[in-house]
């Protein structure tokens, strides 16, 4: 099926967006580009995000989440997410992909969670053919990168 990202990141912003207050956090959406339908799963796609943007908020205690959608170069749909949260250690980054794999025990017993999340986001990217890339500062913030591929796209069908 057709997917749209912008409706998708609407949507979740949306629902997120009381969470978000709770803890006194912003979040922005910027739409960058005029942006083609993607052809994939729509609730896997939601997924994706889903767990990406519940982490943002999990792991930010203040500042703000930011999160652009934009065409690269006519090749790519880039979804870039970035907060202002606790940031992951350099030495953790590699491994924040595996399943169950978790940061810090003091930190996971603040926290909460199982660490499934992001194993299921990479595998979920990946059958949709994009890339997931992570930029990370301990106690600065965090950036999460995903990209899929413009091919095949349709370029009518949202205004
Ligand atoms: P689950 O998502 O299964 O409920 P989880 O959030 O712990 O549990 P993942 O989403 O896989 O698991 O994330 C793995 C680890 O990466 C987390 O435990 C957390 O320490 C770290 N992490 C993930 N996203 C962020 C983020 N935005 N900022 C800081 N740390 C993060
Ligand atoms: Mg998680």
């Known amino acids: 099926e057709w997917v749209d990202l ?3 990141m609407e949507n979740l912003v949306r629902n997120t967006s ?3 207050k709770e803890k006194g ?3 922005q959406l910027n739409i960058r580009d005029e942006l083609p339908l993607i052809l994939g799963d729509g ?4 997924q994706i995000f889903m767990n990406l943007l519940t982490n943002a908020i999990r792991y930010t205690n203040k500042g703000k989440i930011v999160i652009d959608l934009q065409r690269v170069a006519d090749r790519h749909v880039l979804v870039s997410m970035e907060d202002t949260g ?3 250690p350099q030495e953790e980054l590699k491994h924040i992909f595996e399943r169950f794999y978790r940061v810090e025990k003091s930190r996971s017993r603040q926290y909460g969670g199982t660490g499934l999340g992001l194993a299921i986001v990479k595998q979920l990217v990946e059958l ?5 890339q992570v930029h990370s ?3 600065t913030g965090t950036r999460f990168e995903v990209r899929f591929p413009m091919d095949p796209v349709k370029e009518e069908g949202r205004k």
């Open 128 to 132: 949709h053919g994009g890339q997931i």
């Open 137 to 139: 500062q301990s106690g």
């Open 6 to 8: 912008v409706e998708i």
């Open 25 to 27: 956090l912003d979040i």
């Open 18 to 20: 009381l969470q978000a």
């Open 86 to 88: 606790i940031g992951i």
């Open 43 to 46: 609730l896997r796609m939601e």
